[in-house]
T-cell receptor, first 114, second 113 residues
Framework: GENVEQHPSTLSVQEGDSAVIKCTYS??????FPWYKQELGKRPQLIID?????GEKKDQRIAVTLNKTAKHFSLHITETQPEDSAVYFC?????????????FGGGTRVLVKP | GAVVSQHPSRVICKSGTSVKIECRSL??????MFWYRQFPKKSLMLMAT?????????EQGVEKDKFLINHASLTLSTLTVTSAHPEDSSFYIC?????????FGEGSWLTVV
């Protein structure tokens, strides 16, 4: 089955700096890669996703890159703000369809210091 | 967007008893729902895939007789933790897929005392 590794497990950045989280996956058939932000005791919130037919996607301060050959993808948050502090999870799946399950990375606890 | 609702949000039960958690898709039909467990400061671990009208598919290492899943309708899946023990205390969360997007329930905190 799919295995997703995520690094680093914790990340502390100064407000205004950039944060980068990296994930690798094992199943070359995976083609959907979402990123979730989870605050304590809350449900994961989708912040951005990418499918394997593109190499990069950007939404305001958040961007995701995908390298299919190397089987890794990264989340980039620019101009970080204290409200970006949360746990971020990457995930991988073969399509987003009934029966196709997400495999999550271990999570990265991001702390943005004012 | 689509809404997935879980109930209860928090539950405390005594060791040895059973507790049921409901996951509902409020504005769409879901033939498949997923149940995850998340321990404090850990990632979401898939427990099982709930299939409407048929048996759930359990992940390796998850006891199907302990974690009973029923998906009797296209909008409701239930997870029953039977003979609960303190080590079953965790955050349980469900998800469903609608039109190519994944929606999570609010999650349910289970504490077994």
């Amino acid at each position: 089955g799919e295995n997703v590794e995520q690094h680093p497990s914790t990340l502390s950045v100064q407000e205004g700096d950039s944060a980068v989280i990296k994930c690798t996956y094992s199943d070359s058939a995976s083609n959907y890669f979402p990123w979730y932000k989870q605050e304590l005791g809350k449900r994961p919130q989708l912040i951005i996703d990418i499918r394997s037919n593109v190499g990069e996607k950007k939404d305001q301060r958040i961007a995701v890159t995908l390298n299919k050959t190397a089987k890794h993808f990264s989340l980039h948050i620019t101009e970080t703000q204290p409200e970006d502090s949360a746990v971020y999870f990457c995930a991988a799946s073969i399509e987003v369809a009934a029966g196709n399950k997400l495999t999550f990375g271990g999570g990265t606890r991001v702390l943005v210091k004012p | 967007g689509a809404v997935v609702s879980q109930h209860p949000s928090r539950v405390i039960c005594k060791s040895g008893t059973s507790v049921k958690i409901e996951c509902r898709s409020l504005d769409f039909q879901a033939t498949t729902m997923f149940w995850y467990r998340q321990f404090p400061k850990k990632s979401l671990m898939l427990m099982a895939t709930s299939n409407e009208g048929s048996k759930a598919t359990y992940e390796q290492g998850v006891e199907k007789d302990k974690f009973l899943i029923n998906h009797a309708s296209l909008t409701l899946s239930t997870l029953t933790v039977t003979s609960a023990h303190p080590e079953d205390s965790s955050f349980y969360i469900c998800s469903a897929i609608n039109r190519g997007a994944i929606y999570f329930g609010e999650g349910s905190w289970l504490t077994v005392v």
